[in-house]
C-alpha cells in the first residue's frame, strides 16, 4: 500500500491530494481498515532496546584505570596486605558506581523522549468519534485536536479554528505558531515553516483542529530525532583520551621496569623467590593505586565550583571539558537572549520613541529625542497606542519584587508590559471580539467608551493600513501617511523586530458585537516594535570568549535578520559576517559544511540534523566543542558535542538526559564561568598528578636501585629500604593528606585571557619527565642516604631492631621529603617563595596531619606492629628532618632554570 510521499510533498501538496495518497477522506478509516494498517505500519511509539543493568555494570570494568587497580588489589592480596587490598578494591567499586550510573543517564535520554508520547486521542473512524490509544494511530486516521492538548503524531491540518501550537521543544523558539491549511511552497523547509503540519509532541497553545495522520512512531519528527541519538556515539572527553593514553604508557612502562628488575635479580644471583618479590615490591610502588580516586575527586570539587556558578554538571568529566572548549555552540532563545519578548521602539503621530528595559518587568523609561519624557504629556495617539496593545489582548502579567512572567501570548506579553510602564494598568471589560486568525492577520476587541463604544484593531502594518482612512497625529485626525509608515515599518523589521499596527474607532453605544464588516474606516495609532533582547551579562561574557580564545556559534531556528541582528548586538558576528540558512545547509555536502563551519559564526531557520552536522563537522576540523541547547531537536547535538549543555529552566526532560551539563539559570554567561572553572580543574588536575607521580617514580627507584646496589652494598642484600606496607601506605596517605588539599589551591588569576589548550597536549609532556625524573631521583637518593647512614653498621651482626630501625627513618625520611615538595607544588611554574603560604588552609591542615602520623608510626606500639616499624633514637631526627629539604630546594632551582613569563 504506497500511503507514503517525501517531507516536501506533505506539506507543498493539496490537502486533498494528501487524502488521497492516504486512501482516506473526511469521515476517516474504517475500524478494519486501520487495523489493517496498524499490522503494517506497526505501533506508533519509539522503540528502543536498553542493555540490561548487568550488562552495563561489567562494561565498566573494561578500562585501563580499572586494570591497574586490580592488578594493584591482587599483588597486595598476595602478600596478605588485606587492609591495603580493601582500600584499592573500594576505589574499583567507587570508579565503576560512578561509570554505570552515569551510563544509565545516558540512555535515560531516549527514555525521556518516549515519555512525550501522547497516551490517548480522539479520532474519526467509521464516521464515528472515537477515543484510541495514541499508540494504536495509522497514517489516515482523522485526528480531532483542541487547545492545552498534545499532538498525537505528525499531522496534517485541513479544520482549524484560531489554531496555533507551542513548537518550542521541537524547535527551540517560544513564540505560538499559527497554523494553517494552505500547502507551503518550498523544497526542504524547516520543520518552523511548514504551517499546515502539526508535529508529533508539542503543544497546542490555543484553537481547534481536525487533521489527517501522515506520519508515526520512528517516521515522525521525533521519531527522526530518537534515530539521530541512537546512531550518535557519545565521544570521549579530551580528559578521559589523556588518561586513556597515560594509564597505557603507565601500565606498559611498570610491566617493562618490574621484568627488567626480575631479569637483574636472576643476573646478580638473587634467588628467583626474592627476585620476584623484589619485582612485585617495585610494581607497587610505581602503579598510582589512589589516581582514579584523585580524578574523581578533582571533577567532584570542579563540579561543586560550578553548582555555585549555576552550572550543574551531570557527568564529572564535563567538569573538566568546559576548560579546554574551542567552540562554543548556543541557541539564541533563553541563553543569549532573554526568551522574554519586549517592546523596544514605538511609532506613533510621527513620533520615533525608544523604550528601556527588557524583559517582563514593567519599569523603565520612554525617550524621545534622547531625553526622557512622561508618556501622559505625550501627545493622546502615544497612550492610544499603548492602550490600544493593552486591551486587544489576552494575555496578563503577574508577579512582583522582581519576580514577573506572562500568563499567554508572549507577544501580546510584550504589548501589556509597555503599556505597564507607561502606568496603564486597568482594562475595562471586553465586550466582544474577532479573534486573530493567519489569513485575516489582525485582532480586534469591542470596548465600552463612556458614551460610546470604541473597536481597538491590532496586526500586521499592510493588513491595518489598507482598513484605516486617516491617522491620528497631535490627538486629531490627520491624513494617512501609508509610505512613510510602511517605511517606518521596514526598518524595524530590518532591526529584526516583530512589527504591530495598532489602529481604533468609535462606534455606537449600541454596538455589542464585532463583525469583519466592522473592521474598515479605522484611524491609525501607530506601530510597536519588539524582539527578544539580549541578556545584559551575554555581551560580557562573549568578549570573554574571544578573549579566551573560544569562538562563540549561534544556531537558531529563527529568522535570518533576527539572528543576524542579536549577533551582531552580542558581538558574534560583524556587519558584513555570511549568515547559513538550514535551506543552504540542507543542499550543503558534508565536504562543503567542513569548509563553512571555520568562517560562519551564525546558523538561521535550521532543522535538528542540522545542529548535529554542524557540530561533528567542527569536531573534524579538530575542535572540543559544547552545544547548548533546551528543546528535543537539540538532543542529537547535545549527545554527540564533547560537552552538551541543557537549559535547567526551560530545557526538555529530553535535552536535559541527553546533556553533560545543566544551567540552573539558563544562561550563556553561566556557560563561560564554568569555563573558568574547568580550567581551574585542569591546573589543579596537572599539579596532582605532578605531585603523586614522583612518589611512585621516586619509590619504583628506590627499590630498583636498592637491587643494583645490592652487589656492591652488602645491606641492600640484608633488606631492602622499604617493605611493601611502607610504599602503599606512602600511596595512600600521600593521596588523602596532601594531594587532595592541593586540588583545594584557589583560582590563578587570569585563567580566561589564554587560549584553550591543544588536544594533544599530554599528560607525561616534557615538564613531566623532567619534574617527574629529578623528585623521584632526588626522592631515592634521600631514601637510600638515610637507610644506609642509619642502616649499614648493622650488617655485620644482623642486627634485626637496628635494620628495622633504619627501614622506618627511611620511611619517615621519605614522607618528610614529600612535605617539603608540596610546599613548591603548588603552582607548576611559580616560585613558592610568590605564593601566600596561608591562602591554602587544607595544605596546612594536610601537613600537620601527615607529621602526627609519623610520629605515629614511630611510637605508637599498633602502628609499629601494623606498619613492621620501630621507634628509633632521638638522635637521628635532626638527619630526618633534613629530608624536607632536598625535593624542595631541587624543584625550586629547576623552576628558575625554566625560561622566565610563563603563566601560572
Not at 497514517?139 to 483542541?146: N, Q
Amino acid at each position: 500500500m504506497a500511503l507514503t510521499m517525501n517531507k516536501t510533498e506533505w506539506y507543498s501538496k493539496p490537502v486533498e491530494e494528501v487524502f488521497t495518497r492516504l486512501s482516506t477522506g473526511r469521515s476517516g478509516l474504517t475500524q478494519e481498515e486501520a487495523k489493517k494498517r496498524l499490522g503494517e505500519f506497526g505501533h506508533n511509539e519509539l522503540k528502543f532496546k536498553r542493555r540490561s543493568s548487568l550488562v552495563r555494570f561489567l562494561l565498566q570494568f573494561h578500562n585501563s584505570l580499572i586494570y591497574i587497580l586490580l592488578v594493584a588489589a591482587s599483588v597486595t592480596a598476595g602478600l596478605r596486605e588485606w587492609p591495603d587490598t580493601a582500600v584499592i578494591l573500594l576505589c574499583v567499586i567507587v570508579n565503576v558506581i560512578i561509570g554505570f550510573i552515569q551510563e544509565g543517564k545516558a540512555e535515560a535520554a531516549i527514555e525521556a523522549l518516549k515519555k512525550m508520547i501522547v497516551s490517548e486521542s480522539t479520532v474519526v473512524r467509521d464516521g464515528q468519534k472515537k477515543v484510541i490509544p495514541s499508540r494504536e494511530l495509522v497514517p489516515g486516521d482523522l485526528v480531532l485536536l483542541e487547545s492545552g492538548n498534545r499532538v498525537p503524531a505528525d499531522l496534517r491540518l485541513f479544520d482549524i479554528k484560531n489554531f496555533s501550537t507551542d513548537e518550542s521543544i521541537l524547535t527551540g523558539e517560544s513564540v505560538p505558531v499559527n497554523k494553517s491549511v494552505e500547502p507551503v511552497r518550498g523544497e526542504n523547509l524547516p520543520s518552523s515553516e511548514q504551517r499546515c503540519i502539526a508535529f508529533s509532541g508539542t503543544f497546542i497553545a490555543r484553537g481547534q483542529a481536525q487533521a489527517v495522520v501522515i506520519n508515526t512512531g520512528e517516521k515522525t519528527e521525533f521519531g527522526k530525532i530518537a534515530g539521530l541519538m541512537k546512531q550518535t556515539r557519545k565521544i570521549a572527553t579530551p580528559l578521559t583520551r589523556k588518561i586513556a593514553d597515560f594509564t597505557r604508557f603507565l601500565v606498559i612502562a611498570v610491566v617493562i621496569i618490574a621484568a627488567i628488575n626480575f631479569i637483574l635479580g636472576i643476573i646478580f644471583k638473587y634467588t628467583p623467590a626474592y627476585s620476584f618479590l623484589a619485582s612485585v615490591s617495585l610494581a607497587v610502588a610505581a602503579i598510582p593505586e589512589m589516581l582514579p580516586a584523585i580524578v574523581v575527586a578533582i571533577l567532584a570539587l570542579a563540579s561543586v565550583s560550578m553548582a555555585k556558578r549555576n552550572a550543574l554538571i551531570r557527568k564529572l568529566p564535563a567538569a573538566e571539558t568546559l576548560g579546554c572548549a574551542t567552540v562554543i555552540c548556543s541557541d539564541k532563545t533563553g541563553t543569549l537572549t532573554k526568551s522574554q519578548m519586549t517592546v523596544i521602539n514605538i511609532y506613533a503621530g510621527n513620533r520615533d520613541y525608544r523604550l528601556k528595559g527588557a524583559g517582563y518587568e514593567p519599569k523603565g523609561d520612554f525617550i524621545l529625542r534622547e531625553k526622557a519624557v512622561n508618556p501622559a504629556d505625550e501627545p493622546a495617539e502615544f497612550m492610544e497606542t499603548l492602550k490600544a496593545g493593552y486591551l486587544c489582548n489576552h494575555a496578563e502579567l503577574n508577579g512582583d519584587k522582581g519576580r514577573y512572567n506572562i500568563v499567554g501570548d508572549s507577544t501580546e506579553g510584550a504589548l501589556v508590559v509597555s503599556a505597564a510602564k507607561a502606568g496603564l494598568m486597568e482594562r475595562s471589560d471586553m465586550i466582544d471580539e474577532i479573534p486573530f486568525e493567519p489569513e485575516q492577520r489582525y485582532m480586534a476587541t469591542l470596548h465600552n467608551a463612556g458614551d460610546k463604544n470604541v473597536i481597538y484593531v491590532k496586526g500586521s502594518p499592510e493588513t491595518l493600513l489598507d482598513i484605516c482612512q486617516n491617522q491620528l497625529v497631535e490627538g486629531s485626525a490627520a491624513s494617512l501617511n501609508k509610505e512613510g509608515i510602511l517605511s517606518k515599518a521596514k526598518d524595524m523589521a530590518e532591526d529584526a523586530l516583530r512589527v504591530l499596527a495598532m489602529a481604533y474607532k468609535f462606534v455606537p453605544k449600541d454596538k455589542t458585537a464585532l463583525g469583519q464588516e466592522d473592521i474598515k474606516e479605522l484611524t491609525f495609532l501607530g506601530l510597536q516594535g519588539m524582539i527578544d533582547p539580549p541578556r545584559e551579562e551575554v555581551i560580557e561574557a562573549v568578549k570573554n570568549c574571544n578573549k579566551a580564545g573560544i569562538k562563540v556559534v549561534m544556531m537558531t531556528g529563527d529568522h535570518v535578520q533576527t539572528a543576524k541582528a542579536i549577533a551582531r548586538q552580542i558581538g558574534i558576528a560583524k556587519e558584513d559576517d555570511a549568515v547559513l540558512t538550514g535551506e543552504e545547509l540542507s543542499r550543503m555536502s558534508d565536504e562543503d559544511l567542513y569548509a563553512a563551519v571555520e568562517k560562519v559564526s551564525v546558523y538561521a531557520r535550521i532543522a535538528p540534523d542540522h545542529k548535529l552536522r554542524i557540530t561533528l563537522q567542527l569536531q573534524k576540523r579538530g575542535h572540543v566543542v559544547a552545544v547548548t541547547g533546551d528543546g528535543v531537536n537539540d538532543a542529537p547535538a547535545l549527545k554527540a558535542a564533547d560537552i552538551g549543555i541543557a537549559m535547567g529552566i526551560t530545557g526538555t526532560e529530553v535535552s536535559k538526559e541527553a546533556s553533560d551539563m545543566v544551567l540552573a539559570d539558563d544562561n550563556f554567561a553561566s556557560i563561560v564561568a564554568a569555563v573558568e572553572e574547568g580550567r581551574h580543574a585542569w591546573k589543579n588536575f596537572q599539579k596532582a598528578v605532578l605531585y603523586t607521580l614522583p612518589t611512585n617514580g621516586g619509590q619504583a627507584l628506590l627499590v630498583m636501585g636498592a637491587i643494583l646496589a645490592a652487589p656492591f652494598i652488602p645491606l641492600f642484600k640484608v633488606r631492602l629500604p622499604l617493605e611493601p606496607i611502607h610504599i602503599l601506605w606512602v600511596n595512600l596517605a600521600d593521596s588523602i593528606f596532601l594531594t587532595m588539599p592541593l586540588m583545594m589551591e584557589p583560582k590563578e588569576k587570569d585563567l580566561l585571557k589564554s587560549p584553550p589548550r591543544s588536544q594533544k597536549e599530554r599528560i607525561a609532556n616534557p615538564l613531566f619527565f623532567v619534574r617527574v625524573g629529578l623528585v623521584s631521583l632526588v626522592m631515592a637518593l634521600t631514601g637510600f642516604a638515610v637507610y644506609y647512614h642509619f642502616g649499614n653498621p648493622a650488617v655485620p651482626s644482623r642486627d634485626a631492631l637496628r635494620l628495622t630501625q633504619a627501614q622506618t627513618a627511611a620511611f619517615i625520611a621519605v614522607q618528610f621529603l614529600h612535605l617539603g615538595f608540596l610546599a613548591t607544588a603548588r603552582s607548576i611554574h611559580n616560585s613558592a617563595f610568590t605564593l601566600n603560604p596561608f591562602s591554602n588552609k587544607w595544605v596546612i591542615i594536610g601537613m600537620v596531619i601527615t607529621l602526627l602520623n609519623a610520629f605515629s608510626i614511630v611510637y605508637i606500639p599498633f602502628f609499629q606492629s601494623l606498619f613492621r616499624t620501630s621507634s628509633f633514637p632521638a638522635a637521628w631526627w635532626p638527619v630526618i628532618i633534613l629530608a624536607l629539604f632536598p625535593g624542595f630546594v631541587a624543584v625550586e632551582i629547576e623552576k628558575l632554570l625554566r625560561k622566565p613569563g610563563n603563566a601560572p
